[in-house]
């Protein structure tokens, strides 16, 4: 089945770093949607992106929609404690009606 | 205005068994989509509900079935059981059936 290579899968960073991921298709994708998922609860959506090319930002969160259309990225500035958690990218074909879902990226802050 | 809402948080049954879990949608939602997410994995799709109709449906048996009512809320019923079944069921509705999806906090079940 489809699949988005998601990394790195986990990343230890101090507080005050900025942050990178990406995820990554071998399908065009029409939609891609980040979430950040905390233990014991569900995903919260972050950042939608509906055009190749778009860079759109939420608060001190940055994505951006691959040219390609098979890529994404997420970049996160100045972390803080609370950006701990699981990101994950979730791409949507066109027409279709389910999301489909990275592995994850786990982020853990050292204070 | 009240987000998705799952019930129950958690559940324990027993292999062949039946389980019934439920989710209302947010408010002014029309869609509700249903994921099964195991430890340590993305989230996968079950099915979507559309206006009470199934709208597509993942690479899950018949025994994952489901319904939606005209309040739009929905429940996820699963037959038989089997072991593998343990997840976090997560429940997802949207204003449409292609726009963003916004989760509930999920109804974590263990066969035992």
């Known amino acids: 089945g489809q699949q988005l290579n998601q990394s790195p899968q986990s990343m230890f960073i101090q507080e005050g770093e900025d942050v990178s991921m990406n995820c990554t298709s071998s399908?065009?994708?029409?939609?891609w949607l980040w979430y950040k998922q905390d233990p014991g609860e569900g995903p919260v959506l972050l950042i939608a992106?509906?055009?190749?090319?778009e860079l759109t930002s939420n608060g001190r969160l940055t994505a951006q929609f691959g040219i390609t259309r098979k890529d994404s990225f997420l970049n996160i500035s100045a972390s803080i404690p609370s950006d701990v958690g699981i990101y994950f990218c979730?791409?949507?074909?066109?027409?279709?009606?389910?999301?489909?879902f990275g592995q994850g990226t786990r982020l853990t802050i050292n204070p | 205005e009240t987000g998705v809402t799952q019930s129950p948080t958690h559940l324990i049954k027993t292999r062949g068994q039946q389980v019934t879990l439920r989710c209302s949608s947010q408010?002014?939602?029309?869609?509700v989509s249903w994921y099964q997410q195991a430890l340590g994995q993305g989230p996968q799709f079950i099915f979507q509900?559309?206006?009470?109709?199934?709208?597509g449906r993942g690479n899950f048996p018949p025994r994952f079935s489901g319904l939606q009512f005209p309040n739009y809320s929905s429940e996820l019923n699963v037959n038989a059981l089997e072991l593998d079944d343990s997840a976090l069921y997560l429940c997802?509705?949207?204003?449409?059936?292609?726009?963003?999806?916004?989760f509930g906090p999920g109804t974590r079940l263990t066969v035992l």
């Open positions: 509900y559309y206006r009470e109709e199934e709208n």
């Open positions: 992106l509906y055009k190749a090319g």
């Open positions: 399908s065009i994708f029409n939609t």
């Open positions: 997802a509705s949207s204003p449409g059936n292609y726009n963003e999806q916004f």
């Open positions: 979730a791409g949507r074909f066109q027409g279709a009606q389910k999301l489909v």
């Open positions: 408010s002014g939602h029309n869609t």
